[in-house]
């Protein structure tokens, strides 16, 4: 899978994503550090990339509408997180990634648990 980690996330998380042998990219490798969050939407919708990120913003699907992206994950950890916190919520993320496809739908993913927001069905006109 393809993923771009948002500039809240350093090289542990950069790490675990390409040691389970995913294609992962940075928004500061893209020298996108300090961009509007649309403009880096835009830029994961470009590049088919998912987009995860600790940027609460993102978890809101009427502001940042995950449905013409390959998918949105928001880490939502503690206040005051120990590192060990984020090394859980990614191991949680990544064992999820087989359950379900994350096409076009918003992961709010905490050390033990994933919630998902999956767009409504489109009404049949018949």
């Not at 950069?14 to 403009?39: I, K, N, P, W, Y």
């Not at 005051?80 to 739908?105: F, H, K, N, Q, Y």
Request: proline residues 7%.
């Amino acid at each position: 899978m393809k993923f771009k980690l948002d500039e809240n996330l350093g090289t542990t998380a950069v790490c675990a994503f390409e040691d389970a042998g995913h294609d992962t990219s940075t928004v500061r490798r893209q020298e996108l550090a300090g961009a509007d969050d649309g403009r880096v939407l835009q830029v994961c919708r470009d590049e088919q990339r998912i987009l995860v990120t600790l940027d609460l913003d993102f978890a809101n699907p009427l502001t940042f509408d995950p449905r013409p992206t390959a998918g949105v994950v928001v880490l939502r950890l503690s206040r005051s997180p120990a590192p060990s916190e984020l090394v859980a919520a990614i191991a949680t993320l990544l064992r999820s990634l087989g359950d379900r496809s994350i096409d076009g739908s918003l992961w709010i993913v905490q050390p033990d648990r994933v919630r998902v927001w999956q767009p409504p069905a489109p009404e049949d006109d018949a």
